[in-house]
């Protein structure tokens, strides 16, 4: 007898003990032939869908298309966009795309932070969120300089300057401070 065949003749008895994955919950009739008059739920090799199980819906030909198009009107306006910048700020932008926050680094601070070692996903998205945070400095601080009339690199008074202004705007979280304790002596 192969293997195939024998997955192709269902056992006649139920299972004994409950152990079976598919609990029926009404009576199960007992005595002689009882085995023979127990309903089928299923033919042999069919499985039936869960109808506990939410259905999955996939993508329709008209949702996938919309999706197209906002992608392609998003590379529009992204090449438009392009075309405005000056070579400066493509030079600029094209290093920013490039750069990345050191993961062993990031993995290092979060620990010394949290006392935990941070999940893969974790430090993967800390990377993004401080690659942001630098970029946001960067930005205010090529702003303060132009202010300053300064041209050409970046100096730390700008950089401080850009800190405390994007401070002023809230946009520096800062942690709450914990209330202190009174002393008793």
Do not use: W
């Not at 680094?105 to 996903?121: D, E, I």
């Amino acid at each position: 007898m192969d293997l195939d065949e024998e997955d192709d003749e269902a056992p006649a008895a139920p299972p004994i003990g409950g152990a079976s994955a598919d609990v029926d919950s009404r009576p199960q009739p007992s005595g002689p032939g009882a085995a023979d008059q127990q309903p089928s739920t299923a033919a042999a090799g069919e499985t039936q869908p869960d109808s506990g199980a939410e259905e999955r819906q996939t993508p329709t030909l008209d949702e996938e298309q919309q999706l197209e198009a906002r992608k392609q009107e998003r590379q529009r306006k992204n090449k438009e966009v392009m075309k405005l910048l000056t070579e400066e700020q493509l030079d600029r932008y094209e290093s920013y795309r490039r750069s990345t926050i050191s993961r062993p680094n990031m993995k290092k601070l979060l620990h010394s932070v949290t006392g935990q070692a941070p999940h893969q996903n974790t430090t993967i998205v800390m990377c993004g969120i401080a690659k942001l945070f630098v970029g946001d400095v960067v930005e205010t601080a090529r702003m303060v300089a132009a202010e300053m009339g300064d041209t050409g690199a970046l100096r730390p008074v700008h950089l401080q300057a850009a800190y405390q202004r994007l401070d002023r705007e809230g946009k520096i979280p800062h942690r709450a401070k914990k209330p202190r304790r009174m002393r008793m002596l």
